[in-house]
Each structure stands twice: as C-alpha cells, then as structure tokens.
Antibody, heavy 125, light 106 residues
Framework: QLQLQESGPGLVKPSGTLSLTCTVSGASISGSNYYWGWIRQSPGKGLECIGNIFYDDTGYFNPSLKSRVSMSVDTSKNHFSLRLTSVTAADTGVYFC??????????????????WGKGTTVTVS | DIQMTQSPSAVSTSVGDSVTITCRASQTIYSYMAWFQQEPGKAPKLLIYKASTLESGVPSRFSGSGSETEFTLTISGLQPDDFVTYYCQQYFTYPYTFGQGTRLEI
C-alpha cells in the first residue's frame, strides 16, 4: 500500500529556509508517469499547491512562490524534497506531500492528487 | 489563476439527510474537478475525480456531477462520519486551485 510521510523541522526562523522531505513507501518514485507534489494549508490562504516534480527532476511550481521554491527527487532513497527560501510568517502552515495520478485525454495528461501524506506543521517564528 | 468559488461555506443538516455542495470555476475546466473530504487534523482524502468518478473505496452515497464551470457534490444518507469539511479543486491548469471549503454541521 502506497504511503507518504513528510519530515523536517517544525520551526524555521524568518528569512530562513524551509526544508522538507517526503518519503515514499509501497511504490517506487522512478519509472512511472506519476508526479509528486507539495501542498500547504493555512488559515489565511486555505489549501495551496506549491509545486509538482517528476522522478527525473522536471517539474513546475506555483508562480506565486516560484522565485523561492525548489524541489528535487532522490530515487535511491525513494523520496522527494521541498526547499522554500526567505520564509516569513505567511509561510506558516501544514505542509502535505502527495502523489499525482493522471488521466490522458486528447494528447495531454491531467494530474490529480490521489494519495496524501499525513502532513507536518511548520511554524515560522 | 482559476478561481474556485464553493458554497455554502457551512451547512447544518442531520444524519440521514442529503446535502449538495456547489463549486463554480472562473473559467471552464471541462471535467477536471476533484472533491476532497478533510477531517480535523488530517490530510484531505480524495472522494471524486473527473467531476463524477468515484475513487476506489469511497461509499456510493457520494456523487459528483457537472462540467465546464458548474459542479456539485451530493452526499446522500449522511452518516455521522460525514460531518467534516469538503473541498473542490480544479486540475485543468496549473496552479491547481481549491475552493474555500464547506463545513457540514449537525
């Protein structure tokens, strides 16, 4: 059974860098058509997609965060990671990782989040 | 970004009743709509994708409909565990965006 687990510091100082890892068990990150993504939730902004990454390190990010976000995949450890720089209190929230399953229609893939990690709370203070 | 407007934000209802939640997209998303259920302190759980396809293991009392810009989630025969929060989300174009959520209250 596929499971995802977030890990990383729960407290980050303002102007610092938030770094999280999502460890995948029950399936291999590589060799599939799935994307792997990060989503966050805060009282002020609700649920917000941060970015998605493919096993070959290609991906795309929310334009509102793009200048501060990077993501990477480590296939040897079967995990993927998020880095968010120059954090402020507005980056406080619960961070989830997820697998993005896909549909194929008229030459394009469309991805939806079907399996989520339990989430980890990050406070910027 | 595509804006998702979900209504109502909260609804009071009872066990055994049916409830319908509406989500409107600011532009067409064809049928690329997903619905999630979220219990307090937990991750969202996928209920429906492609507007009306039930995710495996989800009870049949959940159903979705709609296309283009208007979508609904209907829960029939509400069970006690259903009184949590529901979100719609479009995945037609990135950044994927969510509705503000609908809280079901007894």
């Amino acid at each position: 059974q596929l499971q995802l687990q977030e890990s990383g510091p729960g407290l980050v100082k303002p102007s610092g860098t938030l770094s999280l890892t999502c460890t995948v068990s029950g399936a291999s990150i590589s060799g599939s058509n799935y994307y792997w993504g990060w989503i966050r939730q805060s009282p002020g902004k609700g649920l917000e997609c941060i970015g998605n990454i493919f096993y070959d390190d290609t991906g795309y990010f929310n334009p509102s965060l793009k200048s501060r976000v990077s993501m990477s995949v480590d296939t040897s450890k079967n995990h993927f990671s998020l880095r968010l720089t120059s954090v402020t209190a507005a980056d406080t929230g619960v961070y989830f990782c997820a697998r993005l399953n896909y549909e194929y229609w008229r030459g394009a893939y469309y991805y939806y989040m079907d399996v989520w990690g339990k989430g980890t709370t990050v406070t910027v203070s | 970004d595509i804006q998702m407007t979900q209504s109502p934000s909260a609804v009071s209802t009872s066990v055994g009743d049916s409830v319908t939640i509406t989500c409107r997209a600011s532009q067409t998303i064809y049928s690329y709509m997903a619905w999630f259920q979220q219990e307090p302190g937990k991750a969202p759980k996928l209920l429906i994708y492609k507007a009306s396809t039930l995710e495996s293991g989800v009870p049949s009392r959940f159903s979705g409909s709609g296309s283009e810009t208007e979508f609904t989630l209907t829960i029939s025969g509400l069970q006690p565990d259903d009184f949590v929060t529901y979100y719609c989300q479009q995945y037609f174009t990135y950044p994927y965006t969510f509705g503000q959520g609908t809280r079901l209250e007894i």
